[in-house]
Each structure stands twice: as structure tokens, then as C-alpha cells.
T-cell receptor
Framework: QQQVKQSPQSLIVQKGGISIINCAYENTAFDYFPWYQQFPGKGPALLIAIRPDVSEKKEGRFTISFNKSAKQFSLHIMDSQPGDSATYFCASWGTNAGKSTFGDGTTLTVKP | GAGVSQTPSNKVTEKGKYVELRCDPISGHTALYWYRQSLGQGPEFLIYFQGTGAADDSGLPNDRFFAVRPEGSVSTLKIQRTERGDSAVYLC???????????????????FGPGTRLTVL
């Protein structure tokens, strides 16, 4: 049973546009929600993360919006650049719980 | 400082053989995780170590998979009697001791290695 569902599977955006990727989780015990970026042949790298006590977190061009009641969170990439082209994964887990769950990924292509 | 390293970067083996995959975590990180990533999918949790002990091994698919971390640093993932379905990228990650609820600190972040691509022929 997949506990984290991510959409869309792929996304094409023009340079300068906004990329939006969505994630839904099931386990209400989760309290840590990161987004990871992965380039081909590399391991995932943390992009930004949020805890459920806030509804939004912004770091540069990247913003996480969090809706605790709907059990959903999303990644917004403002002013998308060709260098942002990568696969993005949402994840969630409970602090001190160890076991983490990742979404299936979104392949983002930013066209110049 | 150095990040998480994994060796080998690529491993090709034959069905039925035994393989060992190694992970060197970031120095001082007490938590270590193994994941398996198949093509087009997200990392799938296998096992989590806190120090030397396996705190959660519920993701190991069957008893052919085993992992150790005898001194609380380097970890080895061992796969016996490999099957073609074991072919995937095996990722290792490490983090500091999980932080307190209500705060996000670097202790929550899992830092991933580049992975070992395992191909079972």
C-alpha cells in the first residue's frame, strides 16, 4: 500500500514559468515532509522540507505549501530554469520513526 | 567534509551469486538507511540503523537480504542467491540523530550517496 502519492508523473514547463508538483500522504503520524531533487546517475539531494506546524515555507525560488487537513503538500518552483530539469521526489516520515516513504517521482523538463 | 560514499558504483553478477554493497556514511552520523530504487520509481525503504543496531528492517523484501553495521559507521548490504528482480540502484543515506519535534534541523536531513547499480544477469 503506497502511503505517498505524487503527481504529475511528468511535467514540461517553459523557462520562467512556475512548476507545481503535488503529493498526498496517508499516515497522520508523519511529521516531516521533504522534497528531493535527483539528477541522472546521482543520489537524491534535499531541496526543501517542512513540518506540519506551518502551512508554507519558502527558500529562494522553491516553496512548499502544506495542507494538514487534506494531507497534501506541494512544491512550487518559481521562475523555472533549464537547470531545474530533474526528477523530484516528495517523501514523508515520522521523526524518530526511521522508516521513510517516497513518492514515485516527477520528471520535470524546463524548456529554454 | 566528504559526503556519503558507496562502493562499488556498478556491480554485475550472475543469478544465484552472493553480493555485498558497501556504504560509508558522513562522519559522525548515527543514523544510516538503505533504499532500493527501480527505474522510474522513488527510493523504497529497506532498513534503518541507529548506531550499530537495525532499528527497523521491515523493508527488507525477504531473508536473502541482510545488512550489518558492526561498528556504527560503515554498513554492508548483503544479498544472497541473487535474482534478476534484484536488479536496481541501491542507495544509502545517513543523518544525525533525529531532531526534536517542532523544529527542522540538519539532523532530520537524510544525505544520500550516489548509489550502487546492481545488475543480475
Amino acid at each position: 500500500q503506497q502511503q505517498v502519492k505524487q503527481s504529475p508523473q511528468s511535467l514540461i514547463v517553459q523557462k520562467g514559468g512556475i512548476s507545481i508538483i503535488n503529493c498526498a500522504y496517508e499516515n497522520t503520524a508523519f511529521d516531516y515532509f521533504p522534497w528531493y531533487q535527483q539528477f541522472p546517475g546521482k543520489g537524491p539531494a534535499l531541496l526543501i522540507a517542512i513540518r506540519p506546524d506551518v502551512s508554507e515555507k519558502k527558500e529562494g525560488r522553491f516553496t512548499i505549501s502544506f495542507n494538514k487537513s487534506a494531507k497534501q503538500f506541494s512544491l512550487h518552483i518559481m521562475d523555472s530554469q533549464p537547470g531545474d530539469s530533474a526528477t523530484y521526489f516528495c517523501a514523508s516520515w515520522g521523526t524518530n520513526a526511521g522508516k521513510s516513504t517516497f513518492g514515485d517521482g516527477t520528471t520535470l523538463t524546463v524548456k529554454p | 567534509g566528504a559526503g556519503v560514499s558507496q562502493t562499488p558504483s556498478n556491480k554485475v553478477t550472475e543469478k544465484g551469486k552472493y553480493v555485498e554493497l558497501r556504504c560509508d556514511p558522513i562522519s559522525g552520523h548515527t543514523a544510516l538507511y538503505w533504499y532500493r530504487q527501480s527505474l522510474g520509481q522513488g527510493p523504497e525503504f529497506l532498513i534503518y540503523f541507529q548506531g550499530t543496531g537495525a532499528a527497523d528492517d521491515s523493508g527488507l523484501p525477504n531473508d536473502r537480504f541482510f545488512a550489518v553495521r558492526p561498528e556504527g559507521s560503515v554498513s554492508t548490504l548483503k544479498i544472497q542467491r541473487t535474482e534478476r528482480g534484484d536488479s536496481a540502484v541501491y542507495l544509502c543515506a545517513s543523518s544525525s540523530t533525529p531532531g526534536l519535534a517542532g523544529s527542522i534541523t540538519s539532523t532530520d536531513t537524510q544525505y544520500f550517496g550516489p548509489g550502487t547499480r546492481l545488475t543480475v544477469l
